[in-house]
């Protein structure tokens, strides 16, 4: 037997990013908002200003890094590069400027509310356009609320981007519990039920009585279980990770067995990007599964933390380490370590990997790419560098009330990030008719 084995199967129960039986773990009391009546409902204006003893610290850390040998392959079927990832740390040490970053984030507006105990920091850009649809963007794993940035202005302000006040949106941006600078749990409970039910609780308490959510990575899985859960006043989602594979695709990949006869060259095409991720790219997801408190490397040393972070999927690492040779196509090298900089000024390297855990501990297994059964609308972008590209034909039978579908022959895994233009055109298109 392969050495994978036992660990594809174990990962495929429990899937790449975290494992829920979603609809079965969504429930009638989870559908609606958290109790307000003992909870500290206020809204506080947040900002945030690293001190300057913390930046020259993680620039001590950087310059002190204790670099093991390189890799003894040509390629980077072992990992992240030693190559990229000294370029990486000669300018995040010397170049990056975390102030620029901090200052874009100081300029919106950003606040922190309690929901269930715990705080909740997000961005609330609203549209001048009275009639702007609201819409609640999740981000994920390894990203933050910096994945979002450049989507913002486009899609508050259509009419100075190329659109019309009808394509207007009021944004709500939220730091998933345990990242960025939203509160760390402190006990087990917080995975894509719970963190969809407490977005619904934020929404409500923004006085939104319909809006629509978006979401990628974690944030598709938030997304898709808020679709279950069917708040008051959620219109309908868009996923840039969509959640169609079918069972006996899912079944065939768990076994590593050959893939389900007669499929199209696009469901081809899609297995064998899933088949290759679950061989070669689940490394980070086993380990945040199982064991994440074990990762004290990464909150001491900020070369690991970049390292670990860099090393989610193939296609977006391999678009990176273009960017740090001076190819940037989507993300600059500023972009990645801003991003960096956040987890690592933040200390959330591990709070944030224990959402795999939790995920895995606390739900009903179920795959990550499992159709769900979702009955609201929903609309689905697919871009060709995602973990797989989404074929038509399974969205249209995941999701039985499919109002959009498009696919790019470009765009990784960060897609709001690295094609915000497309993204946001994407918006415009998937929700016009739910306005």
Known sequence: MDMFEPNRRTVLAATAAGAFGLAAATSARAAAPASEEAEDIAIRPFRFEASEEALADLRRRINAT??????????????VQLATVQKL??????????????????????????????????????????????????????????????????????????GSAADAFHLVIPSLPGYGFSGKPTAPGWNPVSIAKAWATLMHRLGYTKYVAQGGDWGNAVSEVMALQQPPGLLGIHTNMAATVPPD???????????????????????????????????????????????????????????????????????????????SEGLTRDDVLDNVTLYWLTNTAISSARLYW??????????????????????????????????????????????????????????????PKLFVDEMRASFKSLR
Not at 66 to 79: I, L, N, Y
Not at 141 to 153: A, F, T, V
Not at 264 to 284: C, I, M, T, V
């Open 66 to 79: 204790k670099w093991p040998e390189r890799e003894t392959v040509a390629d980077d079927s072992q990992g």
């Open 89 to 162: 740390a000669r300018y995040w040490a010397s170049e990056h400027d975390w102030r620029k970053c901090e200052a874009k984030l100081n300029a919106l507006p950003q606040f922190v509310t309690n929901i269930d105990g715990l705080d909740i920091h997000f961005i609330h850009a609203r549209s001048k356009h009275e009639n702007a649809l609201p819409m609640i963007v999740t981000h994920g794993w390894p990203g933050s609320i910096i994945e979002q940035l450049k989507i913002i202005e486009p899609l508050t302000n259509p009419t100075a981007h190329g």
């Open 249 to 327: 695709v899912s079944k065939a990949l768990a076994v590593g067995g050959p893939p389900p006869a007669g499929l199209s060259p696009d469901e081809k095409h899609a297995w064998d990007q899933l088949d290759d991720f679950y061989k070669n790219g689940l490394g980070y997801a086993i380990e945040m599964n199982n064991r994440p408190q074990t990762l004290y490397a990464i909150v001491d040393s900020p070369v690991g933390l970049a390292a670990w972070m860099l090393d989610h999927d193939i296609r977006s690492y391999r678009m990176i380490a273009r960017a740090f040779d001076g190819k």
């Open 358 to 419: 939790d995920t895995q501990h606390n739900l009903p297994p179920g795959g990550f790419f499992d159709v769900r059964g979702i009955k609201i609308p929903v609309a689905v972008s697919a871009f060709a560098e995602e973990i797989y590209q989404a074929p038509k034909s399974w969205a249209e039978k995941a999701y039985p009330k499919l109002i959009h579908y498009n696919s790019f022959p470009q765009g990784t895994h960060f897609a709001a990030w690295e094609q």
